[in-house]
């Protein structure tokens, strides 16, 4: 059995002083609970430095939010993966559909970034998901493989085993509604079965985490669909006593 995964994004969220109060209390409740899930945060970066400094040690994993395609070089304002590897992160979130809607980013630029983040050392948390037109119009699969797609197409087979795949249907990103259990495990079942066409040892071994309003309430049952591995948690993540719950339930 794969092992469960819960990472809290941030997104454009935080100070210094709550994310102090936020990190301490989850890492406290994580030092309670004897729970088997791994847990992370990806936070916006000028963040990972405080990071690197309250959760050294602590059984809690960092990350970003975003990564440039390329290594270094003249691209203001770009962050490059060695830099996030620098501040020990281990995660990197790429192509989630904030980033695509308003940052123009291609299915092909997402494929890269994950790339640019394996050849870094990172894990790239590759997001996929269908808008809510896209799911009336029955193009939910389609959609979501065209997504995977690209990135299988890009990596190998050995990196292909180093991702986590996250499920998040854009029309249940923050809007309190989310996909039945049954909905997000059927397109789980499509990612993975996607993923062996590929590579089975990559299908056996990848996280694939579910996006989009998970909640301590509906926690449970979502993680307990078979292809579901765990979640990918936005505005819950922000409060200590509701991301433990989601890591307990997982
Ligand atoms: P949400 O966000 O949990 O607030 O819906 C999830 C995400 O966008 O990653």
Redesign the pocket.
Known sequence: MRPKLV?G?W?MNGSRANNATLLAGIVEGLGQGNGKASAAVCVPAPYLHQCADALAGAPLAWGAQDVSVHASGAYTGEVAAAMLADFGCRYV?VG???RRAYHGESDELVAQKALAALNAGLTPIV?VGETLAQREAEQTNAVVGKQMAAVLELLDEGMVERIVV?Y?PVW?????K?ATPAMAQEVHAQLRSQLRARSAAAADKVAILY?????PDNAVELLAQADIDG???????LKAADFLAIIQAA
């Not at 249940?172 to 309190?176: D, H, Q, S």
């Not at 979640?231 to 993540?237: E, F, N, P, R, Y």
């Open positions: 990472v994004n997104k979130i989630h559909s904030e997001c996250a998040e249940a990103i923050g809007t309190g989310t996006g989009g309003s998970m909640k979640g990918l948690i936005g505005g819950a993540a």
